[in-house]
């Protein structure tokens, strides 16, 4: 199952860190034949079924705890299995949505719970376990390797003799002949996959531009490529996407839908995410099915082009047909071609056009190689040039250089730009950094590749101190890094940091740290032993207690730390990397270097913590390897990117309560306040706005900001600053603005107007801010004044309309306080046109952020009389009344609120009644939280005004909940439940007197 899992299912990234299977038929086939083998299991295998795994499955499900019934223990959110292993432990523990699974005898049993949704199960398990067989197994079974370790796992099992180990033995055999089964199931699908190259591609894409442009007989209005860069193997898709089988990307407007951007692969045609930005990135992830060429995808899309195609009688396959049956140099009779087909035969294309559309066909069975060669459409050998280092003459290199001399500045600006580009492919891929990429493809030895590859091939091949030292000069080329890793260069400098000569491993390490900006030098490094051997060098210090003097330290040891540091800062990247720094012992290593003067070594040091300061498991490690103090001790530093550092590390730590109070007990605020008037550094700047911004939701440290002037200074930010610093500074007074006297202060200062202003952005981050920001201020009347004069409340009320829900959700939570204090409330919302029609039918979303921040705003808008009518005639009731099976508090706080305001109108309590609210409701009660106890009685009182619903909390055992609340010190709750139990009694008191007259 896992070799299956890991080369034949078809994964996709979602998201950082994690991938899903994409929706396709192999995987829903993959899917189904591994249900099919688990639901049978517990009835062929009964024995083999009740073996316990070595580590439980886990994964989130949507399985409500209702749906088990006999064999489990069930409450409100948890289930447990009765059957247990031999430590007592369930062998099935759900804990909403939580669930682990220890046997194949709950899993067969979990798919006939799960019946209608047993297949989102199965894949949602598959997806949280990427290598079952070893949970299942243990680690000695390891699916990655090579088929051996099968071999190796049984012969070791059959050498015992306990009849675990013949279980353990028995299911190894089954799932070996499952993931063999699995394989030769998919090998039908994959057969009857088209296979793309890149001339029947362009072959395609040409016919479609002859026939493109305005009128009625033109299939599209345009069809262009995003790139007119042509490599030598025919493909314009960049090398690190050829590896993937990506041939070219293609913009597409036909005449009826919005333009499309597209993939062409190896694989078939699909649509994209399109481009992400001006500078033409594209979002390579594939958002929907894969087709087997353009036409037929272009026929799915858009109707005006299937029909024009079908008018025409156009067809690729017959075009390509008649030119392989008639000779080249013939034209096919007029008669015997469709009009198109007539016009591109008959538009005086010469023999040359048509040879060169014959030979692309000759390449059809040629096989698709990722290239990293310019054809002869663009001036190689300047770009070549402008690529190259301009170093390398500097430094005495002697790589051959062709073509004219190319100025600096022009030169460093093209370097600037290539690595930008690099990085941000390289930081954003599709795939998890966990995952590995194909193996990569070699460039073959008649490959028309640049004189310089084969100089880096010898340097390569041939490490020396010298070759090093020019590799280490030239690797800050993106390219040329590139090419190291393709040659094999970078397991060769990791072997080199063993050498005992300290110069030569820092040659190495240097190297490294210059080739690892991207994934996958970044793997390679790790896959070598290269964390280990790296975070080895950091120690440099001799067994002493006072290990920051310098003279503790030998001049060449300190240099050999510094350029392990420095590797490992571009390694760190990488969340696994990171990982493997951590446990190679790497954070008291750096956290010593961390105590030295050295400023060289300090930079690369905070680097490398900064990028792992990101992952919580490195934030525990910094508190208690104490490096708080040493961070905020660098702050002081004249070295400006020693300060950015450090303030961005304090940024990713600060998320944690006890790192905040570290701050400033060890007097970081005060270092952090005054650089904020020092704005020249942008990058700087936004690091420290960052921690300030962390480190202001602790409210001891707002104090002492207050005290610095940090708030007046934040203000002045608010204007004519990169939105990397707005984020950030609008999060800190938005932090900073839960206080009363700091609300006056950012009024007073002038700050309401310009954050107002930022409420018309675009920015997801700085949105989500901003509202909160807006939100706290308009708690103060006269800010409020201030915000509806600006239209403020018009602007968060558009912002329930952002696609993002985060966004949304902030605009609703701040809509709340601007209702309760605008001066009259109910006008203010009703002049909103169409307002109140979009605050219901976000009811409908799926986000529980979103709904219960929609449900406080509809607790506010239904104060008004007349809003609450609106509000009822849109449907407010149903929608509300079928949010109320939740387990979430804080949904069902606010919604609770939002039914006991909604009953002062109509109907509307015998609605919520008709509409099956009330006996959720009454759950509510068992909750933990004081606030749903109380926002829950009051809901109860107002509903408990009708009989039926009386009748319905009885049955549900309210009386008994709601007696046990009466005696609360909250009194609003006191009156709720004393209220409500009356009710129930006055109606019990009326039926049993009914019955005796």
């Known amino acids: 199952m896992g070799v299956a899992l890991t080369k034949s299912a078809q994964w996709t990234a979602a998201g950082y860190g994690t991938r899903t299977l994409e929706i396709t038929p192999l995987n829903e086939a993959i899917l189904e034949e591994i249900m099919m083998f688990v639901e049978s299991f517990i009835y062929k295998y009964p024995q083999e079924a009740k073996y316990v795994f070595a580590e439980p499955l886990e994964w989130k499900t949507n399985l409500d705890p209702s749906a088990f019934e006999s064999g489990y223990i069930v409450s409100e959110t948890t289930v447990k299995s009765e059957e247990v292993d031999k430590n007592g432990q369930p062998l099935l523990f759900l804990s909403v949505p939580h669930i682990q699974i220890r046997n194949f005898g709950q899993l067969s049993r979990l798919l006939l719970i799960a019946k209608d949704t047993k297949l989102k199960e199965a894949q949602a398990c598959i997806e949280a376990n990427r290598d079952p067989v070893r949970k299942i197994l243990g680690l000695d079974y390891n699916t990655v390797k090579e088929d051996t370790s099968t071999v190796n796992i049984l012969d070791k099992i059959t050498k015992d003799e306990d009849s675990e180990t013949e279980m353990k033995m028995k299911i190894a055999m089954l799932l070996r002949q499952l993931d063999g089964h699995l394989l030769n199931h998919s090998l039908k699908h994959i057969s009857l996959e088209i296979s793309l190259n890149p001339a029947s591609v362009k072959n395609d894409i040409e016919l479609l531009k002859n026939f493109s442009g305005k009128g009625e007989q033109t299939v599209l209005e345009s069809i262009d490529y995003t790139s007119d860069y042509e490599f030598s193997n025919g493909c314009r898709a960049p090398p690190w996407r050829q590896i993937h089988g990506e041939i070219c990307y293609v913009l597409v407007k036909p005449h009826d839908v919005e333009t499309l951007c597209i993939t062409c692969s190896a694989e078939g045609v699909f649509l994209n ?226 050498s005992p000569h300290k110069s030569l491993k820092c040659l190495a390490a240097e190297t490294i740290a210059n080739v690892a900006k991207f994934r996958r030098a970044r793997r390679a490094v790790r896959r070598h032993g290269g964390i280990t051997k790296l975070v080895a060098l950091l120690d440099c210090g001799k067994s002493s207690a006072e290990p920051a003097q310098s003279s503790l330290y030998d001049a060449r040891d300190v240099e050999v730390a510094r350029c392990g540091a420095l590797a490992l800062w571009s390694c760190s990247k990488s969340y696994t990397n990171k990982e493997a720094i951590r446990k190679a012992g790497g954070i008291p290593l750096l956290a010593r270097l961390l105590k030295t003067s050295h400023e060289d070594m300090l930079i690369p040091v905070v680097g490398t913590l900064q990028e792992c300061a990101s992952e919580e498991n490195y934030r525990a490690a910094i508190k208690a390897e104490r490096i708080i103090e040493n961070l905020v ?350 009710n129930i009694r006055r109606l019990a008191l009326a039926t049993e007197k009914a019955r005796y007259t």
């Open 633 to 982: 001790k660098n702050l002081s530093s004249t070295n400006e990117q020693l300060q950015e550092h450090c303030a961005m590390a304090i940024y990713q730590c600060a998320e944690d309560e006890e790192t905040r109070d570290l701050v400033r007990l060890h007097g970081g605020l005060k270092p952090l306040a005054s650089l904020l008037n020092n704005t020249d550094n942008k990058e700087r700047l936004a690091a420290v706005t960052g921690a300030i911004w962390k480190c202001s939701i602790s409210k001891e440290n707002v104090t002492k900001f207050r005290e610095y002037n940090a708030i007046e200074t934040l203000v002045g930010l608010l204007t004519d600053q990169p939105e990397e610093v707005l984020v950030n500074v609008v999060g800190a007074l938005g932090e900073c603005c839960q206080e009363y006297e700091n609300r006056g202060l950012v009024r007073k200062c002038g700050g309401i107007q310009p954050l107002v202003n930022l409420l018309v952005g675009t920015n997801q981050a700085l949105l989500v801010n901003v509202t909160k920001a807006v939100g706290a201020c308009a708690v103060e009347p006269e800010s409020m004044m201030i915000i509806d004069r600006l239209d403020g409340v018009r602007l968060l009320w558009s912002l329930l309309k952002n696609p993002h829900p985060d966004v949304k959700a902030s605009a609703a939570w701040a809509l709340c306080p601007c209702i309760q204090n605008a001066k009259d409330a109910g006008e203010m919302v009703r002049s909103f046109v169409g307002g109140l029609e979009l605050v219901v039918n976000l009811l409908k979303s799926d986000n529980k952020e979103v709904l219960a921040s929609v449900c406080a705003a509809i607790t506010n808008i239904a104060k008004d009389q007349e809003n609450l009518a609106v509000i009822t005639d849109h449907g407010v009731v149903p929608l509300l009344s079928k949010l109320a099976n939740t387990n979430n508090d804080k949904l069902r706080h606010h919604l609770a609120e939002a039914v006991s305001r909604c009953c002062m109108w109509g109907r509307n309590r015998v609605a919520f009644g008709e509409h099956k609210a009330v006996a959720p409701l009454v759950r509510y009660l068992k909750s933990n939280d004081p606030n749903v106890h109380r926002a829950t009685a009051q809901a109860l009182y107002q509903l408990s005004e009708d009989a039926d619903n009386c009748v319905t909390m009885h049955e549900n055992g309210a009386v008994k909940l709601l007696l046990d609340m009466v005696g609360s010190p909250d009194q609003d709750l006191q009156e709720a439940a004393a209220g409500c139990i009356s």
């Open 273 to 498: 995410g399109g481009k992400t930005d001006d500078e033409g990135e594209i979002d390579y992830e594939r958002k929907g099915e894969i087709y087997k060429d353009i036409v037929t995808f272009l026929k799915e899309k858009s109707a005006k082009f299937s029909e024009i195609m079908s008018k025409q009688e156009i067809r690729f396959s017959n075009t390509q047909k008649k030119e392989e049956e008639e000779p080249t140099n013939e034209p096919p009779k007029e008669e015997e071609a469709a009009p198109v087909q007539k016009a591109i035969t008959g538009s005086g294309k010469s023999t040359l056009e048509k040879n060169h559309i014959n030979f692309g066909k000759s390449q059809m069975t040629k096989r698709l190689e990722p290239s990293l060669n310019w054809k002869a459409t663009v001036d190689f050998k300047e770009y070549r040039n402008l690529l190259r280092d301009p170093q390398e003459e500097k430094h005495g290199g002697k790589l051959e250089r062709s073509g004219p001399p190319v100025s600096p500045g022009r030169a460093q600006l093209v370097r600037k730009n290539a690595e930008k580009i690099e990085e941000i492919v390289s930081e954003s891929s599709s795939e998890s950094e966990e995952d590995e990429e194909p193996s990569d493809h070699r460039q073959e030895a008649n490959a028309d590749l640049p004189s310089e590859y084969w100089q880096i091939q010898k340097l390569v091949k041939y490490l020396k101190i010298g070759s090093l030292k020019i590799l280490m000069e030239i690797s800050h080329n993106p390219q040329i890094r590139r090419n190291i890793v393709d040659l094999g260069g970078l397991p060769i400098m990791v072997n080199i940091l063993d």
